[in-house]
């Protein structure tokens, strides 16, 4: 089948279902993300469609079952909702999810540089309590970077939960898989130990930090063996940025070396400087 003749299979079906398909917005590896208008709701929204036939197995058997199983039982203010699940003969899923109409924090930081610490305070604040939030409710997300924190004015929503995890209720869950991107990624995770995929999560969480304030990464993905040697030794953050000393401890534990050292989603969230105004 064209590209042109799916385009229209995937506009008929939607169509049928009260939701006008718009532009491409967004594009992973198994799947794609459309802007929609919904006729019921009379708003824009985002659909993202995976193709269940495209994909190679483990993704099909293992990561999206979990995925549409976890994004269910999600509700949160910082985290995108999904309104609906609908599922083609041909194999296709899609989500229909609200829109984020202001792109994520990477786009953001392309074009505009570093934050202003205050902006990237009220940003981090809201992606900390979509974090405890998620760990809370037994799931690990595994794949924390700028692009999937989306903006909606001056509000921080969480999306993409196709690495996500539901962790074992009465056990230590020690994960193995490795997941998500390079350059976001703890050294336990890199090193393919066993670990504590929510310690991860904070790790991820000190990247995205770090790119809001510094509008870099901290580490070079380019080199795996030369990244690890940098993360044991900690994260240098640029002089004349001014950030403040609390700030910089924050980022400090978030990107300890060592997962037992390093904090909890709790823990980070009484943290001074999310504390102050």
Known sequence: MTD?????????????????????????TYSKVKEAFSKKHQ???????????????????????????????????????????????????????????????????????????????????????????????GVAHRDLKCENALLQGLNLKLTDFGFAKLLPKNRKELSQTFCGSTAYAAPEVLQGVPHDSRKGDVWSMGVVLYVMLCANLPFDDTDIPKMLCHQQKGVSIPGHLGISEECQDLLKSLLEPDMILRPSIEEVSWHPWLASS
Not at 4 to 28: A, C, N, P, W
């Open 4 to 28: 042109e003749r799916v385009k229209d299979t995937m506009e008929e079906f939607l169509l049928s279902h009260g939701y006008q398909m718009g532009k491409t917005i967004g594009e992973g």
């Open 43 to 137: 708003r824009k929204v985002a659909v993202k469609i995976i193709d269940k036939l495209g994909g190679p197995e483990e993704f099909i058997e293992r990561f999206l079952p979990r995925e549409l199983q976890i994004v269910k039982r999600l509700d949160h203010k910082n985290i995108i909702r999904v309104y609906e699940m609908l599922e083609s003969t041909d194999g296709k899923i899609y989500l229909v999810m609200e829109l984020a109409e202001n792109g994520d924090v990477f786009d953001c930081v392309l074009q505009g540089g570093p934050l202003p610490e205050s902006r990237a305070k009220a940003l981090f604040r809201q992606l900390v309590e979509a974090i405890r939030y998620c760990h809370s409710c």
